[in-house]
């Protein structure tokens, strides 16, 4: 898994040196900042739970994702109870505050912020109906990890607006 984030890492660490002239260092580093984080999330949710996952045969496994919310957690539907819980809106937060920080100096930013915050929730609920597809790595589709991660996103988003406010990068100059 730590290799993975490390490729990533390394991939976004090159955008970030092709970009920055010519969208300035900000933008860059924002931008392969979110690329990073996206795929830090992907290689997390998508890395079988164990070192050898459970095989779960074809008619054995979930056909629809659970729409129980709160899950099976021993929180029930306390708000951030649990670890888990926390952990899926925690993991989210870096996303929309770098998705903000990334769009901020465009002109359509107003427009392209909020559509990124929907892309987002659609990210999260891309990586469940994975999990659902793919049984073998022992992991579940819930839709309290989609509200979780949405809440996450929609908090970060909260932090990049402020971050954005202070460091205002539509007032830098291009290269």
Not at 84 to 97: E, I, S, T
Not at 121 to 144: K, M, N, P, W
């Amino acid at each position: 898994m730590l290799l993975r984030v490390g490729i990533a890492g390394a991939v976004a660490l090159l955008l970030y040196l092709l970009l920055r002239r010519r969208t300035g260092r900000f933008s860059a580093a924002s931008l392969a900042g979110l690329l990073w984080v996206l795929a830090c999330l992907a290689v997390l949710t998508l890395t079988p739970a164990y070192e050898v996952p459970a095989v779960v045969p074809a008619d054995g496994r979930s056909s629809t994702c659970s729409w129980d919310y709160g899950g099976p957690s021993p929180d029930g539907f306390w708000i951030l109870g649990g670890g888990q819980r926390l952990l899926n809106v925690v993991v989210f937060v870096p996303a929309g505050a770098l998705l903000v920080l990334t769009v901020a100096r465009w002109r359509a930013a107003w427009v392209l912020a909020p559509l990124g915050l929907l892309g987002l929730v659609g990210y999260s609920v891309l990586i469940e109906v994975t999990q659902l597809a793919l049984a073998r790595i022992d992991r579940a589709c819930d839709v309290t990890d989609v509200v979780d991660n949405a809440t996450g996103a929609g908090l970060g988003f909260l932090v990049g607006l402020g971050v954005a406010a202070v460091l205002r990068p539509w007032r830098r100059s291009l290269g």
